[in-house]
C-alpha cells in the first residue's frame, strides 16, 4: 500500500504537559508545535508513547492530545503519530480507530506486557487487529523490549506483519540490540520500510548499519545538534558527524548519571523550551532542585557545544 508522504528523519517523542494538580494541560500544545518547528527544526512527532506517559492516561485524556496535536499540528507538522498500544485489544482497536478518524499520519503499537508468555504469531495477530481499525494509514510496530520485557525479536516478527498488515510500514527500535536492528534493515533491503532508532544515545551507531530515521525524547530540546549529525552522516563526514555525536553523548550521559526517567525529561524539556512541562503522573514522582541545578550547571559548561558548530 502506498502513502503519499514518507515518514523520513527525526522524530520527538513527546512529553504530555500537565498541570501541578496532574492533569493534562492541552493548552500548551500550539506553543509547543511552535517551539519544535521554529527551535529544534523538528517536523515529526510521536504521541502518547513512553516519554508521553501514555499508559498513565486514560483512553479519554489519549483522544484528547492526539486531537490537540492533529488540530494544532495541522499545516505545520510533516508526520503525526499516534501511540494506540495498550494491554486491551479492544482499546486499542478504538485508539487506532480514533487516529485515523482525526486525521493522523500513522499509529504506533507496543506489545501489550502483561502476559508474557506469547508467541510471534500471537503477537502479529494483536498488531494486525489493532491495525485493521486504521486501514488508510501507516502502521508501525513499536519495539521496545527492555520496558515490555516481551524478548521476542524484531526481525522475527517482520515477515508476518508484511504477510498479514498492509498498512506496515516500519519499526519504532529501541533497543540496544544492534544486530536486530542490522538483520531487520538486511531482510528488508527491497521493501521501503522505515526503521527508526529510539535509543538516543547510539544514533550515529545506528545509522552506520542502515537505520533511516529516530523517534525519541531527545529530539524535543537538541534537535539541531541532532539534525547536523544527521546532515554531516549523509554527506559522508563522518568526522563532524561523530563530533556532534560525542557532545551529544557528554550531555546524555550527564543525564542518565542521574537516573535520567520520564520526570527528568519533562524537567529538562521545560528548562531548554521555557514552557512548563509540569509533574509526571503517579507513581512517578518530579525531580528535585538538586537535579535542575545540576543540568543548568552542565548546560552552562557546554553550551558552545551543543548549541553551537562543534
Known amino acids: 500500500m502506498a502513502f503519499q508522504k514518507k515518514l523520513q528523519g527525526l522524530v520527538a517523542a513527546t512529553v ?67 501511540h494506540v498500544g495498550t494491554l486491551s485489544l479492544p482499546e486499542s482497536k478504538d485508539l487506532a480507530k480514533h487516529a485515523a478518524q482525526i486525521g493522523a499520519d500513522g499509529i504506533s503499537v507496543i506489545s501489550p506486557f502483561f502476559f508474557k508468555e506469547v508467541n510471534k504469531d500471537e503477537l502479529v495477530a494483536f498488531f494486525r487487529d ?7 494509514i501507516p502502521f508501525y510496530y513499536y519495539h521496545i523490549p527492555p520496558i515490555t520485557g516481551i524478548k521476542i525479536r524484531a526481525e522475527e516478527l517482520l515477515d508476518s506483519m508484511k504477510e498479514q498488515i498492509p498498512t506496515f510500514k516500519g519499526v519504532k527500535f529501541s533497543d540496544r540490540d544492534l544486530l536486530d536492528l542490522r538483520q531487520c534493515v538486511q531482510k528488508s533491503e527491497q521493501d521501503s520500510f522505515m526503521f527508526l532508532y529510539g535509543v538516543d544515545e547510539q544514533l550515529l551507531s545506528s545509522l552506520v548499519i542502515g537505520a533511516n530515521g529516530a523517534v525519541g525524547s531527545t529530539y524535543n530540546y537538541l534537535g539541531r545538534i541532532h539534525n547536523l549529525l544527521l546532515e554531516a552522516f549523509a554527506s559522508g563526514d563522518l568526522y563532524s558527524a561523530q563530533k556532534y555525536e560525542f557532545c551529544i553523548q557528554e550531555f546524555l550521559g550527564f ?56
Not at 130 to 136: D, F, H, M, T
Open 16 to 82: 504530555t504537559p500537565m498541570t501541578q494538580e496532574g492533569n493534562i494541560n492541552l493548552s500548551l500544545i500550539g506553543q509547543y508545535v511552535d517551539y519544535l518547528i521554529n527551535q529544534q527544526g523538528i517536523r515529526n512527532v510521536f504521541v502518547n508513547g513512553t516519554t508521553g506517559e501514555g499508559l498513565s492516561l486514560s483512553i479519554q485524556e489519549r483522544k484528547q492530545l492526539a486531537e490537540e496535536w492533529v488540530t494544532q499540528g495541522k499545516d505545520k507538522l510533516d508526520h503525526i503519530i499516534i
Open 130 to 136: 489493532v491495525a485493521s481499525e486504521a486501514p488508510n
Open 255 to 310: 543525564l542518565i548519571s542521574l537516573g535520567f526517567g520520564v520526570p527528568h525529561i519533562k524537567a529538562v524539556m521545560t528548562i531548554f523550551s521555557g514552557i512548563p512541562m509540569g509533574p509526571p503522573r503517579l507513581p512517578l514522582s518530579p525531580v528535585s532542585d538538586d537535579f535542575i541545578f545540576k543540568v543548568k550547571t552542565k548546560l552552562e559548561s557546554l553550551k558552545n557545544c551543543l548549541f553551537c558548530s562543534v
